[in-house]
């Protein structure tokens, strides 16, 4: 099994900054791709940026050139950096991560957390 746990979010104004981490835990060598994904109130959870396990980074287009991802690998940790918020980017934030292809990963196919709350007031 493996855990993952967001932390970061609170209260920032428009404009402002903030940095959000996701702690993954347990048979953390079987996680492939790890993602960010957002959900506002009454919308569906969309996907934030991507980063797999070599490091390469995918953003979606309301978030490049404000936001930054980086994976460490030696302790198994995504985190976004987000500069100049706006209100649309208040929502619930999850990480995400998917299991290796590799037979001796067993469990689930892939992981959530249970979110932490970003919101930016104008």
């Known amino acids: 099994q493996v855990q993952l746990v967001e932390s970061g979010g609170g209260l920032v104004q428009a404009g402002g900054s903030l940095r959000l981490s996701c702690a993954a835990s347990?048979?953390?060598?079987?996680?492939?791709?790890m993602s960010w994904y957002r959900q506002a109130q009454g919308k569906g959870r969309e996907l934030v940026a991507t980063?797999?396990?070599?490091?390469?980074?995918e953003y979606a287009d309301s978030v490049k050139g404000r936001a930054t991802v980086s994976r460490d690998d030696a302790e198994i940790t995504l985190s976004l950096q987000m500069n100049s918020l706006k209100s649309e980017d208040t929502g619930v934030y999850y990480c995400?991560?998917?299991?290796?292809?590799?037979?001796?990963?067993?469990?689930?196919?892939?992981?959530w957390g249970k979110g932490t709350l970003v919101t930016v007031s104008s």
């Open positions: 347990g048979n953390t060598g079987c996680m492939a791709d």
């Open positions: 980063a797999d396990s070599r490091g390469n980074i």
């Open positions: 995400h991560g998917k299991k290796k292809t590799i037979w001796w990963c067993t469990g689930l196919d892939d992981y």
